[in-house]
């Protein structure tokens, strides 16, 4: 029974190892090999391939317009290569007036990699890397057709949001045969959410008909968000995802954007985009059902949502709009902007688990202000929330340990006899009232923890660069000089010293390179989960050593009762 139980425990955590190994593997492999951040971009001209066809009532079929402007007032003239900039509390942001596209952004509250100066980049288009967010008006009267992208005004070239404002708007604008149309970014203060309208004006005496498209465009390139957790880190889903309110969280790999899982997906409260480690950028609509799309052209992959067809009648004037999402994947920001993009922060199988410790861990770090110290307090409520299952099993385990003599007098007396000792064996469990298999149960307890806790720590942008204490600078990387994984793996083999030992020689030897295997193993994994590892093991420790004396004390007991 006692070989049985060993071998339980191997096989729990090699469980536990085999499934870290393929959190740790990259489910969705990049492309190209980039992850440089750029500090002033130069503009790219969109190309015809990136504007989707327009929907009419027999299909779909390319749009054959050719937009003509004229200059409204003292306006600047569009330019292929001047950019419109604009800076808010949250972003730094470039608007390419051709096409209107969002063709660089950088987050100001978040670094690039850990102690630099330099704002991490989420849209750029570089040669390095293309990741835009696009939109524009397609169909008969659209403005942005499969031979050139609409080429809008603009009052000014920068743009800066003051203290006192709570909102900025950036105005383009364009006029063709009478019909004027602005495009408006609307940037909140203390928020990412951006919120872009076309207002339409037809001054004209027919019906003016297009359509709105909103689309991410991005190429397969590596995940900056990577760039500073080292070549063998951890890394999570990069792709496409989708939602509704009836289907709010679908993942759509690169590979998949022309497999047409997005052909009969509509909704008026849907969100589609791409989903990288720890930022996501999607689009939702405002005041219109959007028809779901994705596809991929010269190793650009493409994901958005089309409107409805639009009628504005003569002489009158009518405003569309779309809600842009590119920042951080904060859940508490993502709900309030569409149902199911709060999932991007993918928890995986385990997520019921991982949100209870989130949300415990969060709530913890409002009181202590630091993460690391709130990992410390979050294992001690766990463990003592385990408390009672964990005593069982310690006591368990610590009247196998005292019995550790009497079994290897029966593996000496009845070991050629394996029958007669297992029977023998039970007899003395049941003498002793003891349950080998529930020295299973912590091992079996932590799994799950360890494994929602691994989730957290990889995929919650709230512990990027959270540091911790001296030369942990950053408790979602690994530990730059691997001083926690060995003092874990140091506290592994203490712990392991306090257990009953394997009568069997083999099981020994396995058993007592578990914690070196483990060392290795936790080598490169970020440091908030091996400093969880540590404080657990710490714990136990405590723990097992005071059942552990319970136990020998009421042993000794029973024997001086025996003998008297």
Known sequence: MQKILRLLIIIAMLITAY???LAWQKDYPPGADSTSVVDAPSAQVSTSTDIP???????????????????????????????????TDYYD??????????????????????????????????????????????????????????KYQYQSNQYV??????????????????????????????????DVSYTIDNETGKTWQGQLYTQIKRDGSKDPGMADKGA???????????????????????????????????????????????????WTPKNFTGHFFSNEVSGNYFIGMKSQPISIAPKSQETISAV??????????????????????????????????????????????????????????????????????????????????????????????????????????????????A??????????????????????????????ILWIHDLSAMDPYFILPIFMGVTMFAQQMLNPQPTDPMQAKVMKFLPIIFTIFMLFFPAGLVLYWIVNNLFTIMQQYIVNKKVEKEQKQKEVKILS
């Open 19 to 21: 499934l870290l190994i």
């Open 439 to 468: 020295g299973c149960l912590p091992i079996l307890l932590q799994m799950p923890i360890f494994l929602a806790l691994y989730w957290v720590l990889v995929e919650s942008v709230e512990l990027r660069h959270a540091p911790w």
């Open 232 to 282: 063998l880190s951890m890394a999570t889903y990069l792709g496409g995802a989708w939602g509704t309110p009836d289907d709010d969280y679908n993942k759509l790999k690169f590979k998949d954007f022309n497999d047409g899982e997005l052909k009969s997906v509509s909704s008026d409260a849907g969100w589609v985009g791409v989903v990288q480690h720890y930022f996501v950028s999607a």
């Open 161 to 194: 949001m003051q203290p006192n404002q709570e909102t900025l708007t950036v105005p383009l604008t364009l006029t063709k045969d009478g019909v004027t149309i602005t495009k408006s970014f609307t940037f909140t203060k203390g928020k990412y959410p951006i």
């Open 53 to 87: 066809s327009a929907s009419v009532a027999d299909g779909d079929v390319p749009t054959t317009s050719t937009a003509s402007t004229v200059p409204a007032g003292n306006q600047a003239p569009a330019s292929a290569t001047g950019l419109i900039s604009v800076t």
């Open 93 to 150: 942001i470039k608007i390419n007036p051709v096409g209107g596209d969002i063709v660089y952004a950088a987050l100001r509250p978040y670094s690039a990699t850990l102690g630099s100066k330099e704002r991490f980049v989420l849209f750029e288009n570089t040669a390095q890397r293309v990741y835009v967010a696009q939109s524009g008006l397609i169909g008969q009267d659209g403005v942005d057709t499969n031979s050139e992208r609409a």
């Open 324 to 437: 842009l999402y590119a920042g951080p994947k904060i859940q508490a920001d993502l709900k309030g902007v569409a149902e199911g993009l709060n999932k991007t922060v993918d928890y995986g199988y385990l997520w019921p688990i991982s949100k209870v410790l989130f949300a415990l861990l969060e709530g913890i770090h409002k009181v202590i202000g630091n993460w690391g110290w709130s990992i410390i307090v979050l294992t001690i409520l766990v463990k003592i929330a385990l408390m009672w299952f964990s005593n069982k099993s310690y006591y368990s385990m610590a009247k196998m340990r005292a019995l550790a003599p009497r079994l290897q007098a029966l593996k000496d007396e009845y070991g050629d006899d394996r029958m007669r000792m297992s029977q023998e064996m039970m007899a003395l469990y049941k003498e002793e009232k003891v349950n080998p298999m």
